[in-house]
């Protein structure tokens, strides 16, 4: 094949929620499911092939699709168009050797796919930043990458009758919060990013030298209200709106909302402020396009500049009763920087930082023991904390401590070790191991969370697959005068399936 002559990777890492990597069969499904919704079977088959190789070239891409060249132009036309696919081109490296010939080399955004997935459960959040915040984002998320002109196009053909100067008022006003980016700025980062894996990947066989670079490509990184209107302009700059902004804005909602549930609400207030300030949006959302991708740090703050944030009506925080004194901020954030896996820091300089990826985690772990108790009921979310707070344990002493028959409890631990969520481990008495002679101990799977992500992920494919059923009967349904019976799957189908996309999105 010509992707080995070509030194293309045989697989592209990704892993589950945590390393923030992705590549459980679930996750696939729901990306190709997306892909073929808007575009075709070709861009289906291209993005499949780009999902499990660090890169490819069109020579690669003909041999696997087994399509002529310039179908599969056209169909990667529309890919770079909507931010899916991207390519760079790079020297032709044969035994080591960079020659004088160049070819394009292409990569996939995979998580990109997802953008009109999961615009819908965005919109309302962007039209309190905006009033024109949700149609401009429904209009990116149609159109991919467009310029301002182009934008007010798609606008009337929706219906929304708006002229340049309050399209670019907002346009100015959702690149200042990070909502929208300029397309140059995503394109630039995976660009560099695939150029480091094809040099890294040739690297490992032969000493070539790649680009130099003093760090790894960065996502781009924007703070609040940092770009006037002044930089936005029908120049023909072109605008999109990436994946990682939308999960950004529904992650940090929720992650405000879980810290409230945790403390209390002022205190979930005080984190809410916390994330503003620190310029934590950008670096929520975070979905790597390469192993070498990195997150965007968080800025330090102070506690005066936290009261300051708690305050300002820009934040709309709502935040202005007397309980937000200096002394109450400054005891919620020695709390949160006390706890043992906190979610803030204080540096030597008395600055604090808020910790991203322990927040992220937490939150998520709480999805997860959702999803084992939705699947395997109360019982069996309760073992399995059990397990975690205290580590391998016998099948009694867990029946024993969650005041479960020890019946049930080995069903269950059976059943959590099949699906993958908990690992046994055989400990024998005896010289020879024999059953009748040995404990079996039982603990955390360390690869739990992409067996409950991966749940969580075919859950949505088969939910995806179910609405898809349901449009394709429509037209005879409705033929047959069968129109209640349509709405009520609907209805019965509509909530799972949004809160089923709602859980997708706490999982990056």
Partial sequence: MNSVSEGCLPFRPRS?????????????????????????????????????????????????VRLPPDIIKTSMMALLRHNIAFFVELPVIRNGHELSRKHMVYGVFSEQAMVRMFCPIVLPRVSDLDGLGDQLLAALTLGGSMTAPEILEVLRTMG????????????????????????????????????????????????VKGPDSTEPPRKHSHGLHSLESDNVSDSGESYCVSVEQLIALFQEEELADYVCTVYDRDMGTVFRAALFISNSFQALGFCPFSPADVRPSTRSFNLEQLHDALMNAQYSLNATGSNFTLSFC???????????????????????????????????????????????????????????????????????????????????????????????????????????????????????????????????????????QIEELQFTLLASNQVQRINDQIDLIEPIYIKLVETAMLLF
């Fill in 160 to 207: 929304v009758d708006v002229g340049l100067p309050r399209l670019l008022e907002t346009l100015s006003t959702l690149l200042s919060r990070g909502v929208v980016q300029r397309s140059s700025e995503l394109r630039e980062r995976c660009q560099n990013l695939l150029t480091s894996v094809y040099y890294a990947h040739h690297h490992q066989s032969h000493n």
């Fill in 16 to 64: 589950a929620p945590g390393s923030k990597h992705m590549h459980f069969s679930g996750f696939k499904s729901v990306v190709l499911s997306c892909v073929e919704e808007y575009f075709d079977t070709t861009a289906v088959a291209i993005v499949q092939y780009l999902m499990e190789v660090a890169f490819g070239t069109l020579n690669d891409l003909v041999t696997a």
């Fill in 330 to 468: 400054a005891s919620v954030l020695k709390l949160y920087v006390s706890e043992p896996k906190a979610m803030m820091h204080m540096t030597s300089d008395g600055q604090y930082i808020v910790d991203i990826d322990a927040a992220i985690e937490r939150m998520q772990m709480a999805v997860l023991l959702r999803i084992v108790a939705e699947r395997h009921g109360p019982m069996a979310r309760r073992m399995f904390n059990i397990i975690r707070a205290r580590g391998m344990m016998e099948a009694s002493v867990v029946a024993a401590e969650g005041i479960i028959p020890r019946s049930q409890a080995v069903s269950l631990l059976t059943t959590l070790c099949t699906e993958g969520y908990l690992q046994i481990t055989m400990l024998s008495t005896s010289v020879e191991p024999k059953v009748e002679t040995s404990y079996f101990l039982y603990s955390i799977n360390p690869n739990f969370s992409s067996v409950a992500a991966n749940a969580a992920f075919t859950c949505l494919y088969n939910m995806r697959s179910k609405l898809k």
